[in-house]
């Protein structure tokens, strides 16, 4: 069985700083990793994805996530803010069926 | 490439009447497609898997009579809300997994937002 814990609801950050959103899974499989974003009403776009190529991937827009089998994290980070980051993030395992996390809100203050 | 799209985007309806959503794959065959369901402020929640050409499996607690789900060629899945109710009101999204594709990828179509009245 798979399940996925994302630590924060909401996380809130000015403009310019960095961006650390927590992602915890648990899996009875060598899992694949998804972090996707979500603006509101709209639908899902995939950020980055993890599957045992590289430990650190880069997604778009200037995020990345590092995969530590050891902490069983997969945390995504991003240097610096931009408003247009102002979404809903959620952290997904896939072993036989995509679960999905809880969701983090992510607030940008100007 | 790899589109999908659902229609309506956005749907009102009366207590009791029926709502059929579609999703589409744009430009791919889609063996498999999902159905999931989101609750305001809530994640996504698997709701079926439809295989073209054969029934849908349902998740636990998921109501087969009342989400009827067809999924008849390789680019057309349906999803029909019967009787719905204002609890039925929610944000529904497909995804499809392309046939001969990586089982760990899927593409999301937009959603639909369904209000019952």
């Known amino acids: 069985a798979q399940s996925v814990t994302q630590l924060d609801s909401h996380v809130s950050v000015s403009e310019g700083t960095p961006v650390l959103l927590r992602c915890n899974y648990s899996?009875?499989?060598?899992?694949?990793l998804f972090w996707y974003v979500q603006h509101p009403n709209k639908g899902l776009q995939l950020l980055l994805k993890y599957t045992s190529a590289a430990t650190l991937v880069k997604g778009i827009n200037g995020f990345e996530a590092e995969f530590k089998k050891s902490e069983t994290s997969f945390h995504l980070t991003k240097p610096s803010a931009h408003m247009s980051d102002a979404a809903e993030y959620f952290c997904v395992v896939y072993g036989q069926n995509f679960v999905f996390g809880p969701g983090t809100r992510l607030s940008v203050l100007p | 490439g790899a589109v999908v799209s659902q229609h309506p985007s956005w749907v009102i309806c009366k207590s009791g009447t029926s709502v059929k959503i579609e999703c589409r794959s744009l430009d791919f065959q889609a063996t498999t497609m999902f159905w999931y369901r989101q609750f305001p402020k809530q994640s996504l929640m698997l709701m079926a898997t439809?295989?073209?050409?054969?029934?849908?499996?349902?998740e636990q607690g998921v109501e087969k009579d009342k989400f009827l789900i067809n999924h008849a060629s390789l680019t057309l899945s349906t999803l029909t809300v019967t009787s719905a109710h204002p609890e039925d009101s929610s944000f529904y999204i497909c995804?499809?997994?392309?046939?001969?594709?990586?089982?760990?990828?899927?593409?999301f179509g937009p959603g639909t937002r369904l209000t019952v009245l």
């Open positions: 995804s499809a997994r392309a046939g001969g594709g990586a089982k760990d990828t899927q593409y």
């Open positions: 899996s009875s499989y060598s899992p694949s």
């Open positions: 439809s295989n073209e050409g054969s029934k849908a499996t349902y």
